[in-house]
T-cell receptor, first 114, second 116 residues
Framework: KAGVTQTPRYLIKTRGQQVTLSCSPISGHRSVSWYQQTPGQGLQFLFEYFSETQRNKGNFPGRFSGRQFSNSRSEMNVSTLELGDSALYLC?????????????FGAGSRLTVL | AQKITQTQPGMFVQEKEAVTLDCTYDTSDPSYGLFWYKQPSSGEMIFLIYQGSYDQQNATEGRYSLNFQKARKSANLVISASQLGDSAMYFCAMRDMNTGFQKLVFGTGTRLLVSP
């Protein structure tokens, strides 16, 4: 079956712009999480959605937002981009909210802010 | 708060040998899950193995096994018979099982290089 699909894979933006990243989870998966990966801070949790509701949020400024649609697809948005937002953004999906779930990750969207 | 510590920034191993990647964790929650992921240079995180805090036996998945020592709060990954394709970053992660959240807390990772 198809894995987690993230688009776009690569993008370049300039400071002050905004960006929208998309994530299509595995078919049947209803939970979607987002992570930011940078060389300095490592992997950091951004937010988590289940059934169109944000259930958990990491320690990021309000410029980072997201949403989930009724088909479980998710988008995240970063407004007023800063140089420090350059990172690999990873989306992961899981079936439901069970604690034993394995997160399946997409290949990521690599954002470069100039 | 949960914390994962991976003290080995890099490890070298020869092909066909076994290697152990260290992971220690800190949590006050009695119910938690421990995960290992592999990240090749392509960027995608690949799930390797899972251990629940109440599991009596150490988890195994093919060439991967998890050496779970609860009293020491360690969950080391053992890769047997290393292959060139095992060269990648390896991340240990944990989740609190009581919240219903899917959030994983990751360590800083260990870069493994397998030489011929």
């Amino acid at each position: 079956k198809a894995g987690v699909t993230q688009t776009p894979r690569y993008l370049i933006k300039t400071r002050g712009q905004q960006v929208t990243l998309s994530c299509s989870p595995i078919s049947g998966h209803r939970s979607v999480s987002w992570y930011q990966q940078t060389p300095g801070q490592g992997l950091q949790f951004l937010f988590e959605y289940f059934s169109e509701t944000q259930r958990n949020k990491g320690n990021f400024p309000g410029r980072f937002s997201g949403r989930q649609f009724s088909n479980s697809r998710s988008e995240m948005n970063v407004s007023t981009l800063e140089l420090g937002d350059s990172a690999l953004y990873l989306c992961a999906s899981s079936k439901d909210t069970s604690g034993a779930n394995v997160l399946t990750f997409g290949a990521g969207s690599r954002l470069t802010v100039l | 708060a949960q914390k994962i510590t991976q003290t080995q920034p890099g490890m070298f191993v020869q092909e066909k040998e076994a290697v152990t990647l260290d992971c220690t964790y800190d949590t006050s929650d009695p119910s938690y899950g421990l995960f290992w992921y592999k990240q090749p240079s392509s960027g995608e995180m690949i799930f390797l193995i899972y251990q629940g805090s109440y599991d009596q036996q150490n988890a195994t998945e093919g060439r991967y096994s998890l050496n779970f020592q609860k009293a020491r709060k360690s969950a080391n990954l053992v890769i047997s018979a290393s292959q060139l394709g095992d060269s990648a970053m390896y991340f240990c992660a944990m989740r609190d099982m009581n919240t219903g959240f899917q959030k994983l807390v990751f360590g800083t990772g260990t870069r493994l290089l397998v030489s011929p």
